[in-house]
Every structure is written in structure tokens, then in C-alpha cells.
């Protein structure tokens, strides 16, 4: 049963133009959805984090958009880089000592 | 900065071997974890712990497991390995909830194992 559901797959995007990754979750009591970015060679990393009391949030060029109601929750790179090429990972969890339940990941190349 | 350190990034075994896949944090942190990632399939996780001695079972533990001695180390081994378990391995380590960041969870950099 796949609790976190990532897509597209891959995501070829212009350099300058916006990329989004969308998932969806299935269980309610979730309530942390953070995003991984991992460059080649690289374990992934913190990106950017969302609770559901809050609709959005943005840290520079990403920003995350959270939809409680149809539980999903979305990451848009803005002005999008070739810097920016790697897999991204969107990612749910239950506060406390819960581990993470990951997406299958989105492999996003911006080209110039 | 958190180091999550993977002593073996590349490993070539034959099939049948043990294997054993060392990490170490350096953060004090309670909980790790361990993940295998295969293309198309994300990070699937096999066992993780919360605290020294302590072990729980993740989504795919089968054919895994772990050792947590000493609350900085945490070993993933394969009793026997297989050529399905070909693959890239990390670990991870997260501090207490409630704590600074302490949902965020801090990766190693892999270790790709190849069995054959």
C-alpha cells in the first residue's frame, strides 16, 4: 500500500520556467511533509517542510502548497536552474518517532 | 553540520556472503534509520531504531538486519546476500521530536552494494 503518492515521474523543464512536483497522501494523522532534493552520488537532503496549519510556504525560489482537504501537497521551483536538476522526494510523516513514508521520487531536468 | 558517515560506498559481493553495512552519526541523535532506493521504487525503508538496543521492522525487512550497540552506530547486515538485493543502501539519523529540528531526518551519502 503506497501511503504517498509522488508525480510526474520525470520532469524535463526550461531553464527560467516552473517546475511542479505534486503528491498525495491517504492517511489523515500525517502531519509533517517535507521534501527531499538528491543530486547524483548524493544522499538526499532537506529541502523545504510543510505542517497542515498552513497553506503554504516558501524559502526562496521553492515553495510548497499544502491542501488539507484533498490531501495533497505540492512543490513548485520557481525560475527554475540546471542547478536545480535532480530527484526530488516528497515525504509524509506522523510527529514524533514515526519514520518517514517517501514518494517514488521525480527526476527533474531543466535544460538551458 | 549533522555527518551521517557510510564507512563502504561501493561494495561487490558474491552471493551467498554476509555483509555487513556500517554508519555512524555524530549528532547524538536517538533515532536511525535505514533505506534501500531502487529506480522507481523511491526509498523503501528496512529497519530503523530509536534508541540504543532497540530495533524496529520497516516496510521491507526481509532478508535484513540491524545491530544498534552503541547510540552512534547503527548496522544494516545481510545474512546471506542475493542478487535482488542489489542495490543502494542509506542511512539516515533524526534527533528527538520537539527538539530544534528534530523531524528532520539527515541522510548518508549510500552505499552501493552489488551482489553477484
Known amino acids: 500500500q503506497q501511503q504517498v503518492k509522488q508525480s510526474p515521474q520525470s520532469l524535463i523543464v526550461q531553464k527560467g520556467g516552473i517546475s511542479i512536483i505534486n503528491c498525495a497522501y491517504e492517511?489523515?494523522?500525517?502531519?509533517?511533509f517535507p521534501w527531499y532534493q538528491q543530486f547524483p552520488g548524493k544522499g538526499p537532503a532537506l529541502l523545504i517542510a510543510i505542517r497542515p496549519d498552513v497553506s503554504e510556504k516558501k524559502e526562496g525560489r521553492f515553495t510548497i502548497s499544502f491542501n488539507k482537504s484533498a490531501k495533497q501537497f505540492s512543490l513548485h521551483i520557481m525560475d527554475s536552474q540546471p542547478g536545480d536538476s535532480a530527484t526530488y522526494f516528497c515525504?509524509?510523516?506522523?510527529?514524533?518517532?514515526?519514520?518517514?513514508?517517501f514518494g517514488k521520487g521525480t527526476r527533474l531536468s531543466v535544460i538551458a | 553540520d549533522v555527518k551521517v558517515t557510510q564507512s563502504s560506498r561501493y561494495l561487490v559481493k558474491r552471493t551467498g556472503e554476509k555483509v555487513f553495512l556500517e554508519c555512524v552519526q555524530d549528532?547524538?541523535?536517538?533515532?536511525m534509520f535505514w533505506y534501500r532506493q531502487d529506480p522507481g521504487l523511491g526509498l523503501r525503508l528496512i529497519y530503523f531504531s530509536y534508541d540504543v538496543k532497540m530495533k524496529e521492522k520497516g516496510d521491507i525487512p526481509e532478508g535484513y538486519s540491524v545491530s544498534r550497540e552503541k547510540k552512534e552506530r547503527f548496522s544494516l547486515i545481510l545474512e546471506s546476500a542475493s542478487t535482488n538485493q542489489t542495490s543502494m543502501y542509506l542511512c539516515?539519523?533524526?534527533?528527538?521530536?520537539?527538539?530544534?529540528?528534530?523531524?528532520?531526518?539527515?541522510f548518508g551519502e549510500g552505499s552501493w552494494l552489488t551482489v553477484v
Open positions: 549528532m547524538d541523535h536517538e533515532n
Open positions: 515525504a509524509a510523516a506522523i510527529s514524533g518517532n514515526t519514520p518517514l513514508v
Open positions: 539516515a539519523s533524526k534527533g528527538m521530536p520537539g527538539t530544534g529540528r528534530g523531524n528532520t531526518i539527515y
Open positions: 492517511n489523515t494523522a500525517f502531519d509533517y
